[in-house]
Nanobody, 113 residues
Framework: QVQLVESGGGLVQAGGSLRLSCTASRSIFSASPMGWYRQAPGKQRDMIATITWGGSTNYADSVRGRFTISKDNAKNTVYLQMNSLKPEDTAVYYC???????WGQGTQVTVSS
């Protein structure tokens, strides 16, 4: 099992930026793709970005071109750089280890108009 801890959420105005971090309790990135998901109130949890062990990335249409997923293997940390934020990006953001099916506790992102 692996524990994941997200950080970096907060309140930001529309058009602003935030960077989320997700740190794993041990080295897993060479074995596990990682993903960022988000869940808005009353909606399902959706995948928004993934990164493979080799560094290949994939994005949901809603965030492509605005968000960037990356990772630092030495720090056991995966990042989500979010630019040009919109009010509809407001949600709780979670990271996930796809191989271990482990989730972080989530971090709230609120974008004001």
């Amino acid at each position: 099992q692996v524990q994941l801890v997200e950080s970096g959420g907060g309140l930001v105005q529309a058009g602003g930026s935030l960077r989320l971090s997700c740190t794993a309790s041990r080295s897993i990135f060479s074995a596990s793709p990682m993903g960022w998901y988000r869940q808005a109130p009353g909606k399902q949890r959706d995948m928004i970005a993934t990164i493979t062990w080799g560094g290949s990335t994939n994005y949901a249409d809603s965030v492509r071109g605005r968000f960037t997923i990356s990772k630092d293997n030495a720090k056991n940390t995966v990042y989500l750089q979010m630019n040009s934020l919109k009010p509809e990006d407001t949600a709780v953001y979670y990271c996930r280890s796809l191989a271990y099916n482990s989730w972080g506790q989530g971090t709230q992102v609120t974008v004001s108009s």
